[in-house]
């Protein structure tokens, strides 16, 4: 299984509408890979808070997802589209992914649960997600999650427990927390022994200097590739079997204890 992870840089000097038409192109190049990941709200910068609004669109059939899926149906890939700003029907925002099959067909959306801003920006800005989110893939199963989700190890924990092997996260985490970004993606893969693609973008946007450093990760935890800070785009092969054989060589989750239905104290 061939990964393509695609590490935009977020210039605010480049239009949306311009940046959308490049990354689809880019998209278009990865033919030959099975699934290409990009990042958190690459159209518009997870910080550029200012232009949330205006450029929030329909997850449906919304500007980026028609050119994200006819970009995936041109190079026959799976795409996780990162995410966009969604206006739902009610006019609620909400940070969402989309993910599409080779046909161009969406086959799954998921709104971010764990909104960042402790009472500012997204936080205050867009709806919280309520649901957890699997796609089946043909030689995985994908597990949908968003940036600051990262720090809520019990999430990914739940992912697993639906069938995740592969975990996708998009981000926009900013360069100062570059060291999180990299220990806790390391840390999702070594607790819940699966795959880990973690993608981030690059350049600053809303002030904000990103991360960058996206990365592969192993069932392991061991580090297949990894990104510097400019964009970048990483191609990696993966073995959709070493999941199930990480948990049979080492099958500590099957040791759990706490998190379990346990007899309660009176």
């Known amino acids: ?15 949306v509408a311009e940046r959308r038409d ?3 192109a880019l998209v278009r190049d990865q033919a030959g890979s099975d699934l290409v990941v990009l990042p958190e709200l690459w159209t ?5 808070y200012e232009t949330f609004d205006s450029e929030a669109e329909s ?4 500007p980026t997802a028609e050119a994200m899926a006819s970009a995936a149906a041109d190079a026959g890939v799976w795409l996780h589209a990162g995410s966009v700003v969604e206006r739902a029907p009610d006019g609620t925002l909400y940070n969402t992914s989309l993910v599409f099959g080779p046909d161009g067909t969406l086959h799954g959306t998921y709104r971010k649960i764990h909104r960042f801003g402790f009472d500012q920006g997204e936080a205050v800005m867009m709806g919280g997600g309520q649901e957890l989110v699997t796609v089946e893939l043909p030689d995985a199963v994908a597990g949908l999650a968003i940036c600051y989700d990262l720090r809520f190890p019990e999430m990914f924990r739940q992912l697993t427990d639906a069938g995740a092997t592969l975990l996708v996260l998009p981000a926009g985490w900013p360069a100062r927390r570059r060291g999180h ?6 840390a999702r893969a070594i ?9 981030c973008s690059a350049g600053t946007n809303g002030g904000v200097e ?6 592969v990760v192993d069932p392991w935890g061991e580090v297949l590739a990894e990104a510097g800070e400019e964009e970048q785009v990483l191609t990696v092969d993966l073995d959709p079997g070493k999941v199930a054989a990480t948990r049979e060589q080492f099958p500590v989750l099957r040791d759990r204890v706490l998190g379990l239905d346990l007899p309660k104290r009176a």
Do not use: K
């Open 59 to 62: 997850a449906a059939d919304g």
């Open 191 to 199: 607790e819940n022994q699966a795959y880990v693609l973690a993608c």
């Open 22 to 24: 490049r990354v689809a």
């Open 181 to 186: 970004w990299t220990l806790l993606s390391r």
């Open 210 to 215: 990103q991360a960058g450093h996206s990365q």
């Open 1 to 15: 299984m061939r990964a393509s992870l695609l590490q935009i840089d977020v210039n605010p000097q480049e239009s």
């Open 44 to 48: 518009v910068g997870a910080f550029a």
